[in-house]
């Protein structure tokens, strides 16, 4: 147990949308952290557990995507609203675009009203054959959040 002179402190995050910028929408042009630990995310595709790719468009595919990353920042001790950084990666960006709206549904209930910054790129392939998206990030993680144990 900690005493209160031992705690460390808070984490803070703040929103940087310079004016000169087009505002942002569904993401922020960057995100100043200060405090925490840093949490690298591995890009994470749309395995199950078993590791096939679900079956399903680009929006099911992002649900396990993300599903996928919330287990790890949780292992880890931490949110979704830890990550501070994406990097989308995705092999069509005419699809990705064609359906934004379902999901910016999706990733609003997975990040609330928070967004981190983020990036897109289309690839020609990624690592599984059957994979339409995958997703990689940065996280910062509060100094008193334990990780969870190895297995």
Aim: charged residues 20%.
């Amino acid at each position: 147990m900690m005493s209160d002179e031992q705690q460390t402190p808070a984490i803070t995050k703040d929103i940087i949308n310079p004016p000169e910028l087009p505002t942002p929408r569904g993401f922020n042009h960057g995100i100043l952290v200060n405090g925490g630990r840093l949490l690298f995310l591995a890009g994470q595709d749309a395995s199950g557990a078993d590791g096939a790719i679900v079956p399903g468009d680009i929006v099911a595919q992002c649900d396990q995507v993300l599903r996928n990353l919330r287990t790890v920042v949780e292992a880890a001790g931490g949110a979704m609203s830890d990550i501070t950084k994406i990097n989308i990666y995705v092999t069509d960006r005419q699809e990705y675009k064609a359906q934004m709206r379902l999901l910016g549904h999706l990733f609003r209930s997975y990040f609330g009203a928070y967004y981190p910054a983020t990036a897109l790129f289309e690839v020609k392939a990624l690592f599984q054959d059957d994979a339409l998206i995958e997703i990689e990030g940065l996280a910062v993680i509060g100094e008193t959040s334990p990780p969870a144990p190895l297995p």
